[in-house]
Every structure is written in C-alpha cells, then in structure tokens.
C-alpha cells in the first residue's frame, strides 16, 4: 500500500491525513510537539473551552483511523531531529507538509533585541502552555503596546486585561500603522475586551487623526456604526485596565533601559493614502516617542525556513506554472533547478502564512489532499519504511517518540492531575513531564508477569 508523509499534525495537516487515508492510503504523520492540533492546541484562546474541545475530538478520531499513525515529538527540517534528507530516505509515496507559519516576521527595528519584545506566536504559544514557550521568559509590565489590528492583537488584548494570572499591565495599547477603518477584527472577539476601552482617550485619538483619515473620505463620525458599535453605546467607565487604541503609526525604533528591557517606542507618523482600492499607510518625517515596557508584535507570521524546503519572502516556493491548474498552488518547486519537487507538497498556513480560521486551513487541506490523490494515483509502489522501522530509527539517536498509545496515555494522566488538583483540565508545561508521565502510565497499565 502506498504510505504518505504528513509533516504537522495542526488542522491542515489531521485534515489532509483523514481524506488520504480515507481514500485508502496509509499515512504517516510526523509532528513537531507531543500533542496534535497546532494553533487549535496552542493558539487558539484558552477560554474557547467548548471550541477546542470540539476539535480536539475530530483529531481524536482522525487519529483513531487505523491507516494513520502518528509520532510527535518530532520537528522535521534542516535544523532539528529529522533532516529531508533522512526522510526521504524513508521513500513514502509523497510528502506532504503542514507545518504551519512558524517563522517570524522580524520587524527589523533597531532595539527589537531588547527583552520584553515578542512575538504574538510566542507569546500565544507561550500562555497556551507550549514546550518550550510555556516556561520561557514572557514576562510582561505595566504599559504594553501591542502591534497589529487584527484577531491575534485582541486576543492577546484580552488575556493580559483579563485572564492573565499575574496582571500586571495597567494600560494597553493598541498600535496600529492604518486607522479606525482599518481595524482587522471581529466584532465578537473585540467584545471581550471592549468593557476596558478607554473611551475618552480613544475619541481624542480619533481627532488627533480625523484630518488624515478624511484625506481617504474616512469620516470619524462613522467610526461607531461600523468597526467600534461600543461608541453607540451609552457611556460607562472604563474597566481598568485600560485599553487604548494609537492610530497612524508605525514602530520605528526600540530604545530600551539600562537593565536591556524595552522603555521607549518610537514611532512614525502616517499619512492615509488610497491604493489598489483600498487604503495605505504612509510614512512621514514625523516621529513620536511612546512610553512601553513590553512590545508584543502581531503582524501575522511567516513559513519556517529552517524546514529547509525552497523558500522564497516569507513562504515555500510553489509550481509558478499555473497553467496546468490549482494543482501547481500546493507542488513545491525548487527554484534552483527549475523542476518541481514531484510527490511533494503544502498545504494550510504552510501554504499562505497566517492565513484564515481553521476553517480555512482545512479547507485548503482537503483541497490540497485532492490534488495528493490525484497524483498517488499515478504514483509508483515504493518500500517505504513501516512506523515500527521510522520508531527504531529515531530512537536509536536517542530522541524519544509519542505515538497514538502514547498520546492515550498523556490524555490519562492529565486528566487525572486535574482531578487531583481540582480543575477542569490540566496541561503539563513541559515535553519533558509529559514523557515522564506517558512512561509512568505505561508502566502502571503494563501487567506484571505472574511467578511461575
Ligand atoms: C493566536 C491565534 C488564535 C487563533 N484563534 C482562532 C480561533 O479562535 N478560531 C479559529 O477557527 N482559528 C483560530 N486561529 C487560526 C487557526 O489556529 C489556524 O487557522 C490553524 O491552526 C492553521 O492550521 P495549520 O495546520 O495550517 O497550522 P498549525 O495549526 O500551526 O499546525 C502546524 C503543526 O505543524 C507542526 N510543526 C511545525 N513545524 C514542524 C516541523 N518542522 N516538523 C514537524 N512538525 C512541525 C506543529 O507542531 C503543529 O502541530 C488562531 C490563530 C492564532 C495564531
């Protein structure tokens, strides 16, 4: 039977597996962290209980299937565990990647070194209890600006105005380089967070600006029935802490402190012009200087190019020849030598970075998958390597794997230390623990041999 390669167990890639094997293939996922699910897992809000919980048994099931099997704890790439090469090696049929948008966009300001500067994929994935995020420094203070407009920079908006433990921060501010207009987010998600609005500051920014907007014919009068219903409402006090909006700017420099953590932001100015039929930011000479000592960037993120597939901006190179259909979309293709990468493919935020809901990314999967089995259909049978043979492999270089009875395990034992701790769930914060609880759990379930 012919074997498939999944690369990432997010979204894009469970969904993908399903229809592959669906179709009768055997599949093989190969995944990063211990635990599928990708940004589901990881990124997506913690208090979106009932959403994750949801996903989280579509992956199950998937991964009930008996053509899949599954290794976690296992990044691929030119840089980690398993080089293309090597796997390659192993000859499945075809190779399919689905390992996210996991680099980050580098602002490129001088200062971004400074400490307290982040990006929103780390620190999302650093309060979602993500090895080795969950235990690295992200600590955050008491003015924090957050860069972007989009769903990310409110969700991160909400979890230190509201969730976070330690709450910290007395003031948050939303940097954005476009207008009130502009705003990227959902109105459901900016609920959660509208009770801090500062309403006052935030009408005052709103003529600081109004003249620029104008230039575009955006009148702030309008602001109220379109991206900000809150300022329809009658008015009520801000929550505290917080929430700000800057408007027309973009960071320009990181001054940090003594002690190297950011202290300063500085600022450019924008102008508002019209382009492609919508709405640019453009720099002015004009700066500002904004007092902040965290920074989290939300811009949206890139393809990881440590995975070591050709990488082109911020993304893998697909077949430019669009002539033979959308099927060249999700072809990898190496620029260095002109030819496709046959049998090799992407799918999901592997695809188009930071692109769309899960909804989204498993639509690309599945679309993805299609062309997959197109192309297995005219695909030779190879030797490819069993699970038991990839198992051996890697554990003989000393890198301990989590397969689906593994993943039953870690399920077991978090489910009781919550109970033991009294919460409704539990999520070890470190690859290590989570072994240790697999092995222990293993070795608790495993019978004893009777005595002769
Ligand atoms: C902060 C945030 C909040 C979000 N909230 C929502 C929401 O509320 N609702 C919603 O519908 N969508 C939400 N999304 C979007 C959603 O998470 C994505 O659409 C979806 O997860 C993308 O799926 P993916 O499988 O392409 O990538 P990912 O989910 O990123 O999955 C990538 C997988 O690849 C693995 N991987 C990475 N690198 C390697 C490697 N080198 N080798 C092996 N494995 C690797 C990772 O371990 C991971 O399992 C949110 C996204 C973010 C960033």
Redesign the pocket.
């Known amino acids: 039977m012919k074997v498939v390669f999944v690369?990432?167990?997010?979204?894009?890639?469970?969904y993908a597996s399903q229809k592959i094997a669906r179709a009768g293939y055997s599949v093989i996922i190969?995944?990063?962290?211990i635990k599928?699910?990708?940004?589901?897992?990881y990124?997506?809000?913690p208090a979106?209980e009932k959403?994750k919980g949801g996903l989280r048994k579509q992956f199950a099931k998937i991964l009930e299937l008996p053509q899949v099997s599954y290794f976690g704890h296992?990044?691929?790439?030119q840089g980690?565990a398993?080089h293309l090469d090597e796997l390659r090696e192993l000859d499945p049929a075809a190779l399919v990647f689905?390992?996210?948008?996991?680099g980050t966009k580098k602002l490129g300001l001088p200062g971004e070194e400074a400490r307290g500067v982040y990006s929103?994929?780390n620190f999302?994935y650093h309060y979602n209890r993500l090895p080795p995020f969950s235990t690295q420094d992200y600590s955050t203070g008491k003015r924090v600006a957050i860069v972007g407009m989009g769903?990310?920079a409110v969700?991160?908006a909400r979890w230190l105005l509201e969730d976070d433990p330690e709450h910290k921060a007395e003031e948050v501010t939303i940097v954005a380089r476009r207008g009130p207009f502009e705003a990227k987010f959902d109105e459901k998600?900016f609920a959660h967070v509208e009770q801090h609005l500062d309403r006052r500051s935030f009408q005052d920014e709103l003529e600081r600006v109004k003249d620029r907007i104008a230039a575009v014919g955006e009148d702030i009068a309008k602001v109220p029935e379109t991206t900000f219903p809150i300022l329809a409402r009658p008015y009520t006090e801000p929550v505290k802490p917080r929430l700000r909006f800057r408007f027309l700017c973009s960071p320009k420099e990181i001054v940090p402190s003594a002690d190297g953590r950011i202290a300063k932001l500085v600022v450019t100015e924008n102008l508002l012009v019209a382009r492609d039929g919508g709405t640019a930011a453009k720099a002015t000479d004009q700066t500002d200087t904004l007092d902040f000592d965290t920074m989290i960037f939300a811009i949206g993120?890139t393809a990881?190019p440590?995975?070591g597939l050709p990488f082109a901006k911020d993304s893998y190179v697909t077949n430019p020849d669009t002539t033979t259909g959308e099927h060249a979309a999700y072809e990898v293709f190496d620029s260095a030598t002109g030819k496709v990468m046959t049998g090799t493919f992407v799918?999901?935020?592997?695809r188009k970075a930071?692109?769309?809901?899960?909804?989204?990314?498993r639509f690309?999967?599945e679309k993805g998958a299609t062309h997959i089995l197109q192309y297995l259909e005219g695909a030779a049978d190879r030797q490819t390597a069993t699970p038991t043979e990839i198992a051996k492999r890697i554990e003989r270089g000393g890198r301990q794997l989590v397969d689906k009875a593994g993943l039953e395990c870690l399920g077991r034992a978090e489910a009781a230390q919550a109970q033991a701790l009294g919460l409704p769930s539990f999520k070890f914060a470190e690859d290590a623990k989570m072994l240790a609880a697999i092995a222990e759990e293993k070795r608790a379930n495993t019978p004893v041999p009777a005595d002769d």
């Open positions: 690369v990432g167990a997010g979204p894009a890639g469970l190969l995944n990063r962290d599928p699910g990708g940004l589901a897992e990124g997506i809000y979106k959403m296992l990044p691929v790439g980690y398993l689905a390992v996210g948008a996991q929103a994929k999302v769903n990310v969700d991160i998600e993120d990881d440590n995975v799918v999901g935020w592997a930071s692109e769309g809901l899960v909804g989204v990314a690309d999967a």
